[in-house]
């Protein structure tokens, strides 16, 4: 057991030393083509032995990594040009637009056409600001086309800017990692299959669990550098600069001299904004939530204009929206009476129900009373 132990130390140092060494020697190596490379072979001893021995020879170099020829069609250094690095690319635009929904679509068939996707998008209000966000990949070979294509939509352009990071170098690693991880499992399965004892088998099988861990690890990483570049991330922030308006009044009956509170919905534009109400009776206000009082009888149109920072405006009317009453109202009168009389009515239909629920209760106590009054009579 012990021996089985020292085994996988040492296989596991030089998987580590092998890895840690292998980044510094992969261009030398890729440009000469020096040898290739056999794990480190372990050897069972004679039948009648139960623990396997380790040779004395020592292990060769790593493999040479065979990367991609250059355009010239050498072997050498393959991402000696920038076309040929790996490199992450992400753009970020902050846009002011005309109409929100409709920038979120073109943006998204922009994506699409050039072989894209959507990954997210939503709208939603800030306060009083219409705005809306969309995350799309696309192709790195359209990064620039589209995020042009993109900025091109807006009214106003707040900000943009690019990142881009160079992953080449961990790519290439990872890649020299894999390789020996997969080598150090062919070795352990060599070492179990020649175990015969249970604590042997056991401490093997943690040791491939280990490695098997470390080579999914590293393999996911390497596909997520490879979706990563060849794909480009771009990212938009948008706020409408379409000014919509909407007004709304807190009663639209209210009597001679009551006073009406209104209220302005905005959204979109460039703030602060200004505002211009107009109530129909050559009353006005610059107030956001005005409140104004109707000096007589009749239906009002109301009028709101509203005025960003840029000077773009836009308004709403509302024909006959507030219908004012006077002082005294026949109608309002009568309708006044008939509830009245609907509460007197429901008060003496309550008085009824409750005598006749207690109707027998009154018989009684009445003939009760009777017989008490004769029976004095009798007594005197």
């Not at 639209?252 to 919905?265: D, K, T």
Request: charged share 20%; with cysteine.
């Amino acid at each position: 057991m012990k021996k089985l132990a020292l085994i996988l130390t040492i296989l596991l140092v030089l998987a580590s030393a092998i890895g840690c060494g292998a980044a510094t020697r992969i261009n030398d190596q890729a440009s000469t083509g020096e040898g290739t490379v056999s794990a480190p072979s372990f050897s069972v001893g004679s039948p009648g032995s139960t623990r396997p021995t380790v040779p004395s020879t020592t292990p060769a170099p790593p493999p040479a990594i065979q990367l991609p020829p250059t355009e010239a069609g050498s072997s050498g250094d393959a991402f000696a040009g920038d076309t040929d690095r790996l490199i992450i690319r992400t753009g970020n635009l902050a846009l002011v637009v005309e109409d929100v929904a409709q920038t979120i679509d073109l943006i998204s068939k922009i994506a699409t056409d050039t072989g894209g996707f959507v990954v997210n998008s939503q709208s939603y209000h800030i306060g009083e600001s219409l705005r809306g966000t969309i995350t799309v990949r696309v192709p790195s070979e359209t990064f620039e086309t589209a995020m042009a294509s993109i900025a091109g939509l807006a009214v106003d352009v707040r900000s943009e800017t690019t990142n881009s990071q160079d992953v080449t170098e961990e790519f290439v690693d990872l890649q020299a990692r894999l390789k020996n991880l997969e080598a150090t499992e062919q070795q352990l399965l060599v070492i179990m299959a020649k175990a015969e004892k249970v604590e042997d088998v056991l401490a093997v099988q943690r040791e491939l669990t280990n490695t098997r861990a470390q080579i999914e690890q590293t393999k996911g990483r390497i596909q997520f550098l490879e979706r990563s570049t060849s794909t480009s991330l771009i990212q938009v922030d948008l706020e409408q600069s379409r000014l919509e308006v909407k007004l709304t009044a807190g009663t639209l009956n209210p009597r001679v001299g009551q006073r009406v509170q209104f209220f302005a919905e905005v959204s979109g534009g460039f703030q602060p904004y200004s505002y211009e109400w107009d109530f129909g009776d050559k009353g006005k206000s610059t107030l956001a939530n005005p409140t104004h009082d109707f000096k007589s009888a009749g239906d009002y149109t109301v009028i709101l204009k509203v005025t960003d920072d840029r000077g773009n405006t836009a308004t709403e009317t509302r024909e006959d929206y507030v219908s004012v009453t006077g002082g005294w109202n026949p109608g309002s009168v009568a309708r006044t009476a008939w509830r009245g009389l609907e509460v007197f009515g429901q008060g003496l239909v309550n008085v009824l129900i409750w005598l006749g629920i207690f109707s027998p209760m009154w018989i009684i106590g009445g003939i009760l009373a009777w017989w008490l009054i004769r029976r004095r009579k009798k007594a005197r």
